[in-house]
């Protein structure tokens, strides 16, 4: 609750700074890609926040998010193809699809629980997934290019990777300043209920379902639109960014990151892609002393390293990167002469 | 009329395939209360076993007979070193956990055996047709696997309903405490009872890897399908399992067979032969969503749960 | 009685062969302290789970403040006024004490379609909820997480939810169960500050603290009612003697 300077709060701040900065440092460098890859960060974690709403604060476990990807990247895409680039059109369109398909989704699976509500909210994503491979005249398996990106009647050009950027950043600072505000209104405190203990909430006179159906939405509504801006991102939509196994990889940033922390998934997203792109490398360094001819390939095998990563957390560190920084504030400060032990 | 024969007994074989990796799923999640994921790595590494064993020994049989033994210890490790440590935790560190299981099994596949597919062929013997009704020739090797299919299946209601460790089986899964107290062994029990599940995974892919190739994240596809099996047919019933197996099998089939058709007439020839598998394929989610919003516990709900 | 607030008549509950209400009648006026007892399998935990609606009677029926509830569904109940607290708690352990509070007040207080304002800050919340945890003890203890709480203090927040919705009526199952007796006694001094001002039905297996606090008692054997009066009365009572021969609950409360 109280907001005083802690070790955590000090690592929250300077990643906002870095992300904030970050496009003033590439223009020094002249590193395009950095600003490509932490673009990617940026919109996967408004994504990974969104999911975070609901399976973090609210309990439900939604092994289908990815469709929402999707969705809003198809519905921005599709347009665009049929000749409707302006972004005042495509992107409510992103959002208001989603909408609709969450509110359909969540009314029917919302009834079940546990197991069953992972399963049914996975064969929606499937249905999404497979809607979009049989749709023929906008490229079935091979997906769509999107020609132009989003026209905002020259107020912003996101052909310009910097505004880009930047646009996705505000996005991103738009959902957490929503997230922040909505977990601590009435209605995230009935979220957090009902994710510790539902059948009390029922008991005590709330109609819980609605609540749920609610955060339902509004979460597919907030990952619509960044499917709408990954389109834009890599000018491109395909069925694969609907797989399952790209729900979860939503589900491992917001459990790495920390689930039910606000900036838990931010951390999360930008742990994972970090580890995406950094771990061959580093593979590759650590085996390089052995076996310099095989270095570089090793690097390639970074998901053995991957996978067991991810059990070991979820084995051992629960709390995830925001945990972790939790722990530290309380030995760091103070308590110089312990060290973090 | 002939095709639609053949196309049943395909359905037919497709869901009896189907049932083996549901019934591993169902047992593990019936008895342990566990959500596996990376089951579809044990389906695959059995065709990948299977690919070995078969090309170093020279025989069929041989090969498949080390490959499931190779996926029962693959299983039984896997259990001993990882799953065990996830029982009685809650689903979402199941789904995780298993999630990171699937990488690793997907990489080390690459590692060892390399990216590109292996094939495995049908075995001399069994690459014929064999006449089964007067004017209607079918092949052998699909009608072995619903011959050992089937096997399977009764073996496993044998075992389940008729034996001892049956009896611990269904004691467990509704009483983990009186079954320890009774002096079983319950982490053996369940390491049994995994690598079960597994070898049955591995069967499951080793026969249905001469009809596809044996790829990496093979497995991946046809979980979500044995996924969906388990939760229609009632997660824990392994009588559920077998009915939507079989469901499922045939309206997948029958789905992509006659469904082209139907559609071509509704959207045209060109539309339709690549909307058709898609939508096809989406049949399966769309019978689990009714299935799911009638009865919210699966067509066949374990009575304990 | 004609101005009973709870009123009970021919209330029948059968499973299978068992009778666990056999045509019960209970009356519980308003500010008084109604105990019901009565050795295990008396039907105690049936008949409170046919008044909160958990369960529903086979014949017979409840009123609650001069309407029918026999068919009123469990959150309805709760919202009209009739609190009850578990006797097995059930909180909100990752939460913190005032916001378990918070959200049985929040539960009377309209929709929670409300996104944008604080509610830990919201004084139409905290001041009720703060209130129900000073009247329990707990206040000093708001901001610490449920789960750090001892069992006692589980069920002083129990007691505060409870007391947060402004009830008419309290339902107590076994507020003392699993309780040592520094606990109960702090309970049953908390239950004599509250008696009076609240009316309250309570169902209690410990016998000592049952005839402290009761202003009547009903007493329950077999799903059927042997004997309703004054603690003095149902002390005398020849026939809930005999139905309580050789327990040591009684012995013990007599020996007093």
């Not at chain 1, 929606?124 to 997906?143: E, I, N, W």
């Not at chain 3, 203890?141 to 001892?150: P, V």
Request: glycine residues 10%.
């Amino acid at each position: 609750m109280s907001r005083s300077f802690t070790f955590r709060n000090g690592v929250i701040a300077a990643l906002l700074l870095v992300l904030i900065l970050l496009p003033a440092y590439v223009m020094l460098t002249g590193d395009r890609f950095l600003l490509t890859l932490f673009t990617r960060i940026v919109i996967l974690a408004m994504a990974a926040v969104s999911l975070n709403l609901i399976l973090g604060y609210g309990g439900m476990m939604s092994f289908g998010h990815a469709a929402y990807l999707g969705i809003g990247g198809y519905t921005a895409a599709i347009l665009c193809f049929e000749g409707i680039q302006s972004g005042f059109v495509q992107w409510p369109a992103a959002i208001a699809v989603s909408a609709l398909f969450a509110l359909v989704v969540g009314a029917l699976s919302l009834r079940t629980r546990g197991v069953y509500f992972i399963m049914i909210t996975l064969a929606f994503a499937q249905m999404a997934y497979y809607l979009a491979s049989g749709m023929a005249r906008y490229g079935g398996d091979d997906g769509l290019a999107m020609e132009s990106r989003s026209q905002f009647a020259g107020l912003l050009n996101l052909s310009n990777k910097t505004t880009f950027y930047y646009v996705c950043l505000a996005l991103l600072f738009a959902s957490l300043f929503l997230v922040w505000r909505m977990t601590n209104s009435r209605f995230g405190l009935v979220l957090q209920g009902v994710r510790s203990n539902e059948t009390r909430m029922r008991a005590i006179g709330f109609p819980t379902f609605r609540y749920k159906l609610a955060a339902f939405v509004i979460a597919g509504v907030m990952c619509g639109l960044s499917g709408a801006l990954i389109a834009n991102h890599t000018d491109f939509v395909s069925p694969a960014m609907m797989f399952w196994t790209r729900s979860g990889d939503l589900m491992v940033m917001v459990v790495l990151g920390g689930m039910g922390t606000l900036f838990g998934p931010v951390f999360g997203a930008l742990a994972l892609l970090f580890l995406e792109q950094f771990l061959p490398a580093m593979i590759s360094a650590m085996v390089r002393p052995f076996n310099p001819a095989g270095a570089a390939k090793a690097g390639e095998y970074w998901q053995i390293v991957l996978g067991p990563l991810l059990l070991i957390i979820v084995l051992f560190a629960r709390g995830g990167i925001d945990g972790l920084l939790g722990t530290l504030s309380r030995h760091l400060p103070g308590s110089s002469e312990r060290g973090h032990g | 009329m002939t095709l639609f024969i053949e196309q049943c007994l395909n359905g037919l074989q497709f869901g009896l395939l189907l049932f083996l990796l549901a019934a591993g799923l169902t047992l593990v999640f019936g008895i342990m209360d566990l959500v596996n994921l990376a089951h579809g790595s044990l389906y695959m590494l059995g065709a990948y076993f299977a690919a070995t064993f078969t090309a170093v020994t020279g025989s069929f049989l041989l090969g498949a007979g080390l490959a499931i033994a190779a996926t029962l210890l693959v299983g039984m490790l896997v259990e001993v070193v990882a799953m065990r440590r996830l029982y009685g935790r809650d689903h979402l560190d199941h789904v995780l956990g298993t999630f990171g299981l699937i990488l690793f099994f997907d990489e080390l596949v690459r590692l060892v055996w390399g990216p590109e597919g292996r094939s495995l062929p049908v075995p001399s013997w069994l690459n014929q047709s064999i006449q089964i009704l007067p004017g209607i020739q079918y092949s052998a090797y699909r009608l072995a696997i619903i011959v050992v299919t089937l096997a399977v299946a009764a073996f496993l209601y044998v075992l389940v309903m008729r034996t001892r460790l049956g009896m611990l089986i269904r004691a467990g899964a509704t009483n983990r405490e009186m079954v320890g107290a009774l002096g079983v062994n319950i982490k053996l029990l369940y390491t049994l009872v995994f690598g079960l599940g597994a070898a049955l995974a591995g069967l499951a892919g080793l026969m249905q890897a001469p009809i596809l190739t044996v790829q990496i994240g093979m497995g991946e596809n046809i979980l979500i399908l044995a996924f969906v099996i388990t939760v229609i047919g009632g997660i824990g019933s392994i009588r559920g399992a077998f009915v939507a197996a079989l469901l499922v099998g045939f309206i997948d089939t029958l789905g992509r067979a006659f469904f082209p058709g139907f559609l071509a007439d509704l959207l045209g020839r060109q539309a339709a032969s690549t909307a058709a598998p898609a939508l096809s394929s989406m049949l399966i989610y769309i019978l689990m969503a009714v299935i799911l919003v009638a009865k919210p516990q699966g067509l066949f709900p374990a009575s304990s749960r | 009685m004609a101005d009973a607030l709870l009123q009970v008549a021919g209330l029948s509950k059968r499973f299978g062969g068992i009778v666990a209400s056999d045509a019960i009648d209970l009356d519980v006026v308003p500010g008084e302290l109604h105990a019901v007892i009565g050795p295990n399998g008396a039907g105690k935990t049936t008949l409170i789970a046919q008044l909160t609606g958990q369960l529903h009677a086979d014949s017979g029926t409840i009123r609650f403040a001069e309407s029918d509830i026999t068919k009123m569904p469990m959150y309805e109940r709760s919202l009209i006024g009739l609190a009850r607290s578990f006797q097995i708690t059930s909180l909100f352990l990752d939460l913190t004490v005032l916001e378990n509070v918070l959200l049985a007040v929040q539960a009377h207080a309209g929709h929670s379609f409300r996104f944008w304002s604080d509610a830990r800050s919201d004084a139409a919340l905290r001041e009720p909820a703060m209130a129900a945890l000073a009247r329990v003890g707990l206040a000093d203890r708001a901001l610490q997480r449920a789960s750090a709480l001892s069992h006692g203090e589980h069920r002083q927040i129990e007691l505060a939810m409870a007391l947060a919705g402004k009830p008419r009526m309290l339902l107590l199952d076994e507020p003392m169960a699993g309780m040592g007796p520094d606990e109960s006694a702090r309970m049953v001094a908390m239950l004599r500050e509250l008696k009076g001002g609240l009316t309250i039905l309570l169902v209690e297996h410990d016998m000592e603290a049952v005839f402290a606090l009761a202003d009547r008692i009903t007493v329950l054997v077999y799903g059927r009612v042997i004997a309703s009066g004054r603690p003095e009365e149902i002390r005398a009572n020849a026939e809930v003697r005999r139905a309580y021969l050789g327990e040591g609950d009684w012995e013990r409360a007599h020996a007093r």
